[in-house]
């Protein structure tokens, strides 16, 4: 009997998952300290959060992106993460949610988007 690996299930998830609509993103653009794909979450709450993104752009400047990132982090540890996607997290008197999507699905589409795999497209079209 053939014996079938671990790289090889990935392998048919990921084609599955593909054909799906979903994107293949790099392992390397993960982050092991937050333990999130950066570039993936920002450009998802951007897209979702486009008057709050403003707004604390206008507050912070160019570090809005990574100040973002460490509010998440340090939210995410605290609260959890599946308390996060429904209630969004909060940072400077801000809170960033993830709406557009129906209450049910936000936890695996935020969860999708921020592994960036699913096209932000999709979220907000």
């Not at 993104?53 to 540890?77: I, N």
């Given at each position: 009997?053939k014996?079938t690996?671990e ?14 609509g ?6 390397r653009?993960?982050?092991?300290e937050?333990a ?19 707004k604390l ?8 992106g990574?100040r973002?990132?460490e509010?998440l ?11 996060t ?17 129906p ?5 695996a ?7 960036g795999?699913i096209?932000l497209?999709e979220?907000?079209?």
């Amino acid at each position: 009997m053939k014996r079938t690996s671990e790289a090889a299930f990935e392998t048919a998830i990921e084609a599955v998952l593909l054909g799906e609509g979903y994107t293949r993103v790099e392992a390397r653009a993960f982050d092991c300290e937050r333990a999130i794909f950066p570039d993936e979450a920002l450009a998802f709450i951007r897209t979702m959060q486009p008057e709050v993104w403003k707004k604390l752009e206008s507050l912070h400047g160019k570090p809005t992106g990574a100040r973002v990132l460490e509010w998440l982090r340090k939210w995410l540890v605290v609260h959890g993460t599946l308390a996060t996607p429904g209630h969004g997290f909060k940072g400077f008197g801000k809170t960033t949610r993830f709406a557009g999507a129906p209450k049910e699905r936000r936890a695996a589409l935020i969860t999708a988007a921020v592994t960036g795999q699913i096209p932000l497209e999709e979220m907000t079209g």
